[in-house]
C-alpha cells in the first residue's frame, strides 16, 4: 500500500490563541514495500508526520493518500477505521498503552476490534508471543506483572496482531537495553523482508537509519528538506550538519581512516560490517598497489 | 500497592504523591475525556471527571475521594472561567466523594462488594444535585433557575456510575491492588 | 584523600524473603568507592542495579551484610544524615520534578534540611549555574527538553552540596543530543569539584569515561576494573548482554575480516592509529 | 501544547492586580462576594459596576478577553435574566403581549440579578487571571495556617496541590497519548455507537491509572531521597510579602462597603 503526502501542513490547537504549526508542506512518497527512516533533531515533526499515516490527524492543509483513501484538508473523512487497521502505529513507550488482565487479552484487543474472530486471534498471538522470543506462559499473566522489556514486546505484539500492510514506529527501542535494542530493530527488518511489510521508522538513532532504510526522509523545523537513498543522504556529512544531525558512527570512523591514511574507501559504508570489510579490502589493495 | 521498604515516612510520602495523582487524574477526566451522547442535556457532552471521582473514591476511601473530587474539580472551576462556581464545586464534589468513599469502604468493604459500590454512588447522587441546586439558588437569587442544571447534573452522574464499576472491577484485577 | 566513602561489605538483599524459588536481587556483594572516583555500574535488565542505588541511600536495607557510607554504618539513625550527603538523579526525567518551576525544584531538598532562606537563594543560583540552566529559573517542567530536566535534577541534587551523586540510568530516556548535555555537564562538575560519582548505566560509551567499571550479572558482581582491563573481556560482556564500544566491535569485526590487529582498541583514534601503522608498515 | 490552554487562564503581567499578595487577592474576592450581595437599588448596583470596572481596568486584561473566556457563562447571565423577567409578576404591567406581560418589578428584578452575576463573575476571573495556580496555593497555605491547630494538614494540602499541578500537564499530554494509542487499534470514545464508546473508556482509564501509580512511586521515592520528611523542620522557598498596596487593597474594599451600606435603600 503507497502512502503519499502531498504538500500537507498541520497546526496544533487550531483556531485557540495557542495555535502552534507543527508540519508546513510536507511532501512525502513511501512506496508500498519500502523501509523509510523519518530522521530529525526533537522537535522537527517526526511524530506529527507519523499520525497522519494513519490519519490519527488529519491535515490542515493538503491531502494524504493511503493506498486508494484521500484524506484531505477541510474535507470531512469518514470511516477511519479500515485506514487504521491496515496502517499499525507503534509509538513511543508503547506499555504505555496495556490495560487487559492478561496478556492474551491485550494482545486480542486489536484484531477483535477489528472483527477478526477469536479463534484467529488467539492464533495470532500465540504466534506473535513466539516470535517476540517471550516465554509461552506470559499468555496467562497480567501485563503489569511483566519486566520492561517483556511488556514492550508484548506492546508490540499487540499493534502487529492487527495483521497490518504498514508498520509505522515512532523509536519503538528507547529506553531498553543493548540487546533488547539489538533483538527488537532486527525483528522488525526480519518482518520486513519475509512479509513485505512496508515500514516506517522514526528513530534519532543514524545507526538504525544506516543499517536498516532503504529511504530516510530528513525533517527539520516542520518541513521535509530531503528525502534519498540513505548512502546518498549519510555521505553528505554538511547537509545533515546544516539540520544538526551528525553522521552514523561507521561514516565518521570512515572518514577518520581516510584523512589519516588518505585511502579512499569504494562509496560509504552504512554498517559495521561493511566498513570492517571495506577497510580490510582498501588495505590489501593499497598493499598490492604499492 | 505495596512499596518496597515501608518506613512510616515513606507510606505517608507516597500517600500523599498518591493523592495529588488523584486530583490530576479527575482535572485531567473534566477536561479532556468526555463522550457524546445522544441526548438533548448539557448538548449531549459529557465528562468523565465524576466517572473519575467515583474510582477513586471507591478504590481509596473517602479521604482520598473527599479531596480528590474538592481539589481535582474546584481547581478546574477555577481555572476554567467558573471560578465564582469552585466554592460550590469544592462543597459538593468533595462531599460525593468523601460519601461514596465511606459508603464504598464501609465495614473493611474497601470498596470490595460491587454492590455497596454502586449504592454509594447512588446515594451520592442527590446530595451531589441538592447542593448545586442550593449553591446556584444563591447565586441566581431564584429557586427556578438552577433547576435547569439538575437534569444536566443526572446525566452526568448516571454516566459516571456506568462507567465507573466496570472500571473499577478491571482495576481491581491489575496486581498493584493484589 | 584516598578515604573511602562507600562501601558494600557483603551485602544480599532480596524483595521476598519468604519466597526461597526467587533469587536475591543482590547477593553477596562486596565493593567500595573512594573519594572523588567516578564509577560505572553496568550490567543487563534486572542484574541488580537499581538495587544497589537504593540500598546506597537507605531506600532498602539489606538482609544481611553492611552498607558504610561517608563513615557511618546506614542505619535508621543515619539515614538522613547520609542522604544529605548524596545526591541521586532517576531515569525519568518527568517523574523525578516537584517543585511547578526550576527554581521551586532545586530548591526542594535544601527546604526539606531546613536551610534558611537567603541562603536557599544563594544556593539555588549557584547549582543552576553549574549545570548552565539560569535562564531557565522561571521555567515550567513540561517547557523543557529531557536532557534539559536532567540537569535541572542534577542542580537539584547539587544545592545541598553532596559528597556523592548516584545517577541511575540518568541518561536512558534521552535523545542523542540530551545524552550529551547531561554527560558533559557531569563531566565537567568533576573537573571543577572533584564529587564522586556512581553512574549506572547501559550505555558502555558512558561507562568508559569512568575511572573503574562494575559489572553486575544476575545480583552478583560478574568483575570490576579499569575500562580497559574490563572491556577487555570483550565476548564475555556480549554473553552478559551487554554491548561493547564501538571501537571495540569495530577491532573485532576488522579482525574478523582479516586483518591481524593486535591490540584490543578502546577509542576510535586508537584504532585508526594502529590501521594506519599497519598501512605505512607495509 | 495542550496546558497552555487550561493555564491559560493566568495571563502574566505586571499591573498593580497582578503584584498584589496572592493572600490579599483571595481575601478581597471573598469580601467582595459578601459585599455584593448588600446593594439593592439603582445607585448600589451602579456602583457595584463602576467599582469592578475599575478593577478590569487596573488589572490591564483587556476587557475583550475577560467576556470572550466567558462565553458559556454570559449565556447563564441572559437565561437569568430572561427567567426573572418572565416568572416576576410584581409591579406595573410594563408591556403586555397577551400571551404573558411584562412587570416592572420583574424588569428590575432581571436587571439586578444580572448585573449582581456579572461583577461576581468578572472579579472572581480577575483572581484566576492575573495569579498563577501556584501563588493561589501558595496563598491559600498561609491562610489556612490558623487552622493547622485543628488538626488540618495544611502543609500536605498546599504541596498536595502543588504537585498536582505540576502533573496535570504531564498527564494530559499522557491522555492524549494513550488516546491516540487505543484508537490505532481500533477502540475510540470519539466514534461508533453509544455502547461502544462506553466500552472504550476501560481501555482509556486503566494505561492513565498504572502509569499514576507509576510516577507516584518514583517520585515518592525521588522526594525521600531528597530529604522529605513531612512538614515539621521544612523551610520555604517561596516567600510571600504583604505590603501597604495589599492592605490598602482590603482598605478601599471596607470603603466600599460603607458607601453601599450609605446607599442602600
Ligand atoms: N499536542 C500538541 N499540541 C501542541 N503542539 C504540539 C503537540 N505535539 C507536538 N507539538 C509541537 O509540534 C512540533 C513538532 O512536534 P513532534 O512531536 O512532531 O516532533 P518530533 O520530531 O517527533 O520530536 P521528538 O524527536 O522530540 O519526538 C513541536 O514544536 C512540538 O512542540
Ligand atoms: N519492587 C520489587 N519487588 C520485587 N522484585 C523486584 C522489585 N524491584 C526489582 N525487583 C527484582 O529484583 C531484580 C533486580 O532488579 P533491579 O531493578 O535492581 O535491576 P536493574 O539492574 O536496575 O535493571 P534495569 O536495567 O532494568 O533497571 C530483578 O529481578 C527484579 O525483577
Ligand atoms: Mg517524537
Ligand atoms: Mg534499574
Request: charged share 20%; glycine share 8%; net charge neutral.
Amino acid at each position: 500500500m503507497d502512502i503519499l503526502l502531498r504538500q500537507v501542513g498541520y497546526s496544533y490547537a487550531v483556531d485557540t490563541p495557542f495555535e502552534k504549526r507543527a508540519l508546513t508542506d510536507v511532501s512525502l512518497h513511501i512506496p508500498s514495500g519500502s523501509y523509510t527512516a523519518i530522521i530529525g533533531h526533537t522537535g522537527s515533526g517526526k511524530s506529527t508526520v507519523l499520525q497522519h499515516l494513519n490519519a490519527l490527524l488529519k491535515p490542515t492543509e493538503g491531502a494524504v493518500i493511503i493506498g486508494d483513501r484521500k484524506i484531505e484538508a477541510g474535507v470531512k473523512a469518514k470511516n477511519l477505521r479500515d485506514i487504521r487497521r491496515q496502517v499499525g502505529i507503534v509509538f513511543q513507550f508503547p506499555e504505555q498503552q496495556l490495560f487487559d488482565e492478561t496478556v492474551l487479552k491485550d494482545i486480542m484487543f486489536g484484531p477483535l476490534n477489528y472483527g477478526v474472530p477469536e479463534e484467529e486471534a488467539s492464533r495470532r498471538a500465540h504466534e506473535l508471543v513466539e516470535q517476540l522470543g517471550l516465554p509461552k506462559e506470559v499468555l496467562g499473566k497480567s501485563p503489569f506483572d511483566l519486566s520492561g522489556g517483556q511488556m514492550r514486546r508484548v506492546a508490540i505484539a499487540g499493534v502487529l496482531a492487527m495483521d497490518p500492510e504498514v508498520l509505522v514506529l515512532d523509536e519503538p527501542t528507547a529506553g531498553l537495553d543493548p540487546r533488547g535494542r539489538r533483538e527488537i530493530m532486527d525483528l522488525f527488518h526480519q518482518l520486513h523482508i519475509q512479509k513485505g511489510l512496508t515500514t516506517v521508522l522514526v528513530t534519532h538513532s543514524m545507526e538504525d537509519a544506516a543499517r536498516y532504510a532503504d529511504q530516510v526522509a530528513i525533517m527539520h523545523n516542520g518541513r521535509c528538506v530531503v528525502t534519498g537513498e540513505p548512502g546518498v543522504i549519510f555521505a553528505d556529512e554538511e547537509q545533515l550538519g546544516d539540520y544538526r544531525l551528525e553522521p552514523p558512527r561507521t561514516v565518521r570512523l570512515q572518514r577518520h581512516f581516510e584523512a589519516r591514511t588518505g585511502l579512499k574507501l569504494d562509496g560509504i559504508s552504512l554498517t559495521e560490517e561493511a566498513l570492517a570489510k571495506n577497510i580490510a579490502l582498501a588495505l590489501a589493495e593499497g598493499r598490492d598497489s604499492e | 500497592m505495596q512499596k518496597a521498604s515501608s518506613s512510616y515516612t515513606s507510606v505517608r510520602t507516597y500517600d500523599l504523591i498518591l493523592t495529588s495523582m488523584a486530583i490530576a487524574l479527575v482535572f485531567v477526566s473534566t477536561l479532556l475525556l468526555n463522550i457524546r451522547l445522544p441526548i438533548a442535556a448539557n448538548g449531549g457532552l459529557v465528562h468523565l471527571g465524576t466517572a473519575m471521582l467515583f474510582v477513586i473514591a471507591i478504590l481509596f476511601g473517602p479521604k482520598k475521594g473527599l479531596i480528590a473530587g474538592a481539589v481535582g474539580m474546584g481547581l478546574f472551576d477555577l481555572v476554567s472561567g467558573w471560578t465564582l462556581w469552585a466554592p460550590i464545586t469544592i462543597l459538593a464534589r468533595g462531599l460525593q466523594g468523601y460519601v461514596v468513599g465511606k459508603i464504598a469502604w464501609s465495614g473493611s468493604r474497601k470498596g470490595g462488594s460491587t454492590g455497596f459500590n454502586i449504592l454509594a454512588a447512588i446515594v451520592s447522587i442527590p446530595l451531589m444535585v441538592a447542593i448545586y441546586y442550593v449553591g446556584e439558588a444563591i447565586i441566581f437569587s431564584s429557586w427556578i433557575i438552577p433547576a435547569a442544571s439538575i437534569p444536566g447534573n443526572l446525566v452526568q452522574n448516571t454516566v459516571g456510575l456506568i462507567i465507573a464499576i466496570p472500571v473499577v472491577a478491571a482495576l481491581k484485577k491489575t496486581p498493584f491492588f493484589k | 584523600m584516598n578515604s573511602t566513602i562507600l562501601s558494600f561489605e557483603d551485602v544480599t538483599f532480596t524483595y521476598m524473603p519468604e519466597d526461597e524459588s526467587v533469587r536475591p536481587a543482590v547477593e553477596n556483594l562486596s565493593f567500595s568507592i573512594q573519594d572523588g572516583e567516578w564509577i560505572a555500574i553496568v550490567g543487563h535488565n534486572g542484574s541488580g542495579k537499581s538495587t544497589i542505588a537504593k540500598l546506597m541511600n537507605g531506600l532498602l536495607f539489606p538482609q544481611q551484610g553492611t552498607v558504610r557510607a561517608m563513615g557511618q554504618t546506614m542505619s535508621e539513625e543515619s539515614l538522613w544524615d547520609i542522604r544529605s550527603q548524596m545526591g541521586m538523579v532517576f531515569q525519568n526525567p518527568d517523574n523525578q520534578f516537584v517543585g511547578a518551576t526550576v527554581q521551586d525544584d532545586v530548591a526542594f531538598a535544601l527546604e526539606n534540611n531546613g536551610v534558611p532562606h537567603e541562603e536557599m537563594v544563594k544556593r539555588v543560583k549557584e547549582s543552576l549555574h553549574q549545570v548552565k540552566m539560569e535562564e531557565y529559573v522561571d521555567h515550567e517542567p513540561h517547557h523543557l527538553s529531557g536532557g534539559q530536566k536532567q540537569r535541572v535534577a542534577i542542580a537539584g541534587a547539587l544545592a545541598l552540596k553532596p559528597r556523592l551523586l548516584i545517577l541511575d540510568e540518568a541518561t536512558s530516556m534521552l535523545d542523542p543530543q540530551g545524552r550529551v548535555e547531561v554527560i558533559e555537564t557531569i563531566r565537567e562538575l568533576r573537573e571543577a569539584t572533584g564529587l564522586t560519582v556512581i553512574s549506572i548505566t547501559h550505555d558502555l560509551e558512558e561507562a568508559a569515561l569512568a575511572d573503574r567499571i562494575l559489572v553486575m550479572n544476575a545480583g552478583h558482581k560478574h568483575g570490576e576494573g579499569t575500562p580497559d582491563s574490563v572491556f577487555l573481556e570483550g565476548n564475555e560482556l556480549t554473553k552478559l548482554g551487554l554491548d561493547l564500544p564501538f571501537a571495540m566491535r569495530m577491532t573485532h569485526l576488522l579482525r574478523e575480516a582479516g586483518l591481524p590487529l593486535t591490540r584490543e582498541h578502546m577509542t576510535e583514534d586508537e584504532l585508526v592509529d594502529e590501521l594506519w601503522t599497519f598501512y605505512s608498515d607495509k | 501544547m495542550m496546558e497552555k490552554m487550561i493555564f491559560g487562564r493566568f495571563i502574566p503581567g505586571d499591573s498593580l492586580v497582578h503584584r498584589l499578595d496572592p493572600r490579599a487577592k483571595i481575601l478581597f474576592v471573598f469580601l467582595f462576594i459578601a459585599i455584593v450581595f448588600v446593594a439593592n437599588n439603582a445607585i448600589t448596583y451602579g456602583l457595584l459596576i463602576g467599582f469592578t470596572l475599575l478593577v478590569v481596568f487596573m488589572s490591564r486584561i483587556r476587557l475583550y478577553f475577560l467576556v470572550n473566556g466567558l462565553k458559556p457563562v454570559m449565556i447563564l447571565v441572559i437565561f437569568t435574566f430572561l427567567l426573572h423577567i418572565l416568572f416576576t409578576r410584581e409591579g406595573a404591567v410594563l408591556l403586555d403581549l397577551g400571551f404573558m406581560s411584562i412587570y416592572e418589578e420583574g424588569l428590575r428584578q432581571g436587571i439586578f440579578i444580572a448585573i449582581r452575576f456579572l461583577v461576581l463573575v468578572f472579579i472572581t476571573s480577575i483572581l484566576t487571571l492575573t495569579t498563577s495556580p501556584i501563588s493561589i496555593t501558595d496563598g491559600i497555605e498561609v491562610l489556612l495556617g490558623p487552622f493547622k491547630r485543628l488538626k488540618l494538614p495544611v502543609h500536605e494540602l498546599a504541596l498536595m496541590m502543588s504537585i498536582s499541578l505540576r502533573f496535570i500537564p504531564t498527564l494530559m499530554d499522557e491522555t492524549g497519548k494513550i488516546l491516540k494509542a487505543q484508537m490505532a487499534r481500533g477502540s475510540d470514545i470519539g466514534s461508533g455507537p453509544v455502547k461502544e464508546r462506553i466500552k472504550a473508556v476501560v481501555p482509556l482509564l486503566i494505561p492513565l491509572f498504572v502509569s499514576a501509580f507509576k510516577r507516584a512511586e518514583d517520585l515518592a521515592t525521588a522526594m525521600e531521597v531528597r530529604g522529605y520528611r513531612g512538614g515539621s523542620g521544612r523551610t520555604r522557598y517561596r516567600q510571600l510579602n504583604w505590603r501597604f498596596k495589599d492592605t490598602a487593597s482590603l482598605l478601599v474594599l471596607v470603603a466600599l462597603a460603607g458607601t453601599l451600606w450609605y446607599f442602600r435603600s
